[in-house]
């Protein structure tokens, strides 16, 4: 991810593209770029169109229109360390709402910011900045007129570690001093970076001497004395000189940043992953123009496709001839289909009456069974086809043949013949048989 | 703000095709399908051969299981029969109609007078009775023999009508 870092100063911005965040970072443009005159005065911005459009030709140049960009606020930003009871986050936004006036007496209204660095028996220390909401908007309006999209406005301070991170041992404060033209800045802060003091001395020729004077008052804020003595701005021989002394005076070790260090602050400003005190974080994370790439990427995406589905439906409707054929013919197989669906029902109705079995032929072998001498009466078929009557017979082996002739004819599975009595006269028979194969 | 804003819209665009694709995909699947039945089907005049032997079959088993009993036809076709067979129809009776499945289920009794040869012809008739029935029981009162084949006897008959109301 690329992120662009600006450092404002008086008539000059240093501006940094990097990629990554943290120990991964990668420095790919850095640039002193001047502004018109007054359109940044004491790293603040004045007129936001003008400093806009100053930066935007190089944020064009680079291809950073779109990236996310840092800001430092400006040297009008305090940070107070606070001891509160805990609360939850509503709360203390609550409370610095209430207590912002006498905390920051600017006299005018403020953005804060806040961090809570540790809690510890039902208390909590909460780091607090405060910068005039004038400068945040400005800068954030600067940034926008440059074609960036506004993600941090962010307190000096909280990039000063950055100076003096893994550069000798001690856990002394640190005394920060930025020479600029005409002054020089001197903080005092520990080396967390929390600001302990600060003071500006004006004078073009700064000796060691005078510098160990306007520490003095600092000093009385520091218990645990003076580890690091930091030199950045615009230095000279003879401030190196003064800073060098006023290092051994207070037993320090002189550290110099070597690169500009204020170019080192912007490529902090753009690389730090998680600012901890931001006076934009209130307004929410901006999207990620990547996502937004994506979304477009999915959007064309699926509108090609789209498109190429609708030509496809075009040509199944409209080219591929008249819909209303296939329509008809399709009614007509439905109005089939229907018909034959009809026949079936009725079939199977039929199927449950099942068919008449086979009486006529039945009736008909048994006429034709009948020999001279043998007759039949009480004639009788029950719905199951199964035949009954009873017989007389002249002679005693006109039954059986008559029950072969049955059982020959097929018109009966199965015949019996029951002899009743028998005498000089004939015999009585009663005949079954049942109907069917 | 404006990037999230075109980033939401273009989330909602995006959403918004790809309901339409969706959609789209199902339409054309929907006319593949039509046009792949259609290709299937048999050709017109087949459908037309099979619709009028469809009807012919339908019309046949419809007069076979009638809406409803006619009285009136029933027993002038049953007299003409009996007629055509050489007997005479002494009595006819009809039950009452019950239910029988889907069906309607009516009995009908004829006491038939006539010799054995017009018992069977009758019987053959019957047989061939469009209308669908089920015989019952049938009985002869009489002494059947070679000797008294042409003298004429009672013969009882009973059997069960169908109809299908919902035709």
Redesign the interface.
């Known amino acids: 991810m690329r992120r662009v870092g600006i450092e404002l100063g008086d008539g000059r911005a240093r501006m940094v593209l990097v990629k990554g965040e943290g120990e991964r970072v990668r420095l790919i443009r850095a640039e002193e770029i001047p502004l018109p005159p007054r359109s940044s005065v004491r790293g603040e911005v004045e007129d936001p169109e003008a400093v806009g459009k100053a930066l935007r030709e190089r944020v064009s140049a680079w291809g950073a229109r ?1 990236l996310r960009a840092r800001v430092v606020s400006g040297p009008r930003t305090a940070v107070r360390c606070l001891n509160v009871p805990e609360m939850k986050p509503k709360e203390l936004g609550e409370f610095l709402r209430w207590q912002k006036e006498k905390l920051f007496p600017f006299g005018e209204e403020v953005e804060l910011a806040c961090r809570v660095v540790s809690r510890r028996g039902g208390e909590m220390e909460v780091e607090v900045a405060a910068c005039p909401r004038r400068v945040v908007e400005r800068a954030v309006l600067a940034l926008q007129a440059a074609g960036l ?1 506004p993600e941090g406005v962010l307190p000096e301070q909280e990039l000063w570690p950055h100076l003096w991170e893994g550069r000798g041992e001690g856990n002394g404060a640190v005394l920060l001093l930025d020479w600029g033209g005409e002054e020089v800045r001197i903080s005092l802060c520990s080396s967390g970076g929390l600001p302990l003091g600060r003071r500006t001395i004006r004078s073009l020729a700064t000796t060691g001497t005078e510098l160990r004077r306007a520490v003095e008052p600092l000093l009385m804020q520091c218990r645990d004395g003076v580890g690091k003595v930091v030199s950045v701005g615009e230095e000279t021989e003879e401030r190196q000189q003064a800073a060098g002394e006023l290092a051994k005076a207070l037993g320090a070790e002189l550290i110099n940043p070597g690169v500009d260090p204020r170019f080192a602050l912007a490529i902090a400003l753009a690389s730090w992953p998680r600012p901890g005190l931001n006076f934009l974080r209130r307004r ?1 994370k ?2 990620e ?1 990547r ?2 790439q994506i ?2 990427g ?2 064309f995406l ?2 090609l ?2 498109l190429g ?2 030509l ?2 075009y040509r ?2 409209v080219l ?1 001839g008249p819909r209303s054929s ?1 329509q008809a ?2 009614r ?2 439905r ?2 289909e229907e ?2 669906g ?2 079936e029902r ?2 199977r ?2 199927g ?3 068919s ?2 086979p ?2 032929q039945a ?2 072998a048994l ?1 034709q069974g ?3 001498g ?10 199951e086809g199964v035949l009954t ?1 009873r017989g007389k017979s002249q002679n005693p082996l006109l039954p059986s043949r008559m029950k072969k002739h049955l059982l020959d004819s097929r018109a009966f599975s199965s015949a019996e013949v029951q002899v009743i009595e028998g005498g000089e006269g004939g015999l009585s028979f009663v005949l079954r048989a049942v109907i069917g194969r | ?1 404006r ?2 804003l ?2 939401f819209l ?2 909602f ?2 959403a918004a ?2 309901w ?2 969706a959609a ?2 199902s ?2 699947r929907a ?2 399908a ?2 792949s ?2 290709q299937k ?2 050709s ?1 005049e087949e ?1 037309l051969l ?2 009028k032997r ?2 012919e ?2 019309e046949r ?2 007069t ?2 009638p809406s409803s009993f006619d009285d009136l036809r029933l027993t002038a076709y049953l007299e003409a029969q009996a007629r055509a067979s050489g007997a005479e129809v002494k009595r006819l009776r009809f039950g009452e109609a019950r239910r029988a ?3 309607l289920e009516r009995p009908v009794e004829i006491l038939l007078w006539g010799p ?1 040869r017009s ?2 012809a009758f ?2 008739a ?2 061939r009775w469009p209308v ?18 042409s003298t004429p006897f009672a013969g009882r008959y009973r059997i069960l009508l ?1 109809a ?1 109301p919902r ?1």
């Open positions: 779109g999209v929410g901006p999207l123009p996502i937004i979304l477009a999915l959007f699926l509108l496709s789209d589905w609708r496809v439906l199944e409707r591929l296939l013919e399709l007509a197989q109005a089939l018909l034959l009809q026949v009725k079939k109705l039929l449950q009456i099942g008449p079995w009486l006529p009736l008909t006429v009948m020999q001279p043998l007759s039949l009466e009480g004639v009788r078929v029950e719905g009557g | 703000m990037l999230r075109l980033g273009l989330l665009a995006s095709l790809a339409d694709l789209g995909v339409a054309w006319v593949r039509e046009v039945r259609a089907l048999p017109g459908r099979w619709g469809a009807r079959e339908l088993l419809e076979r299981l499945g889907e069906l054995l018992h069977l019987v053959s019957l047989s669908a029935f089920r015989y019952q029981e049938l009985s002869w009162e009489g002494v059947l023999s070679p000797e008294t084949v169908y299908h035709s």
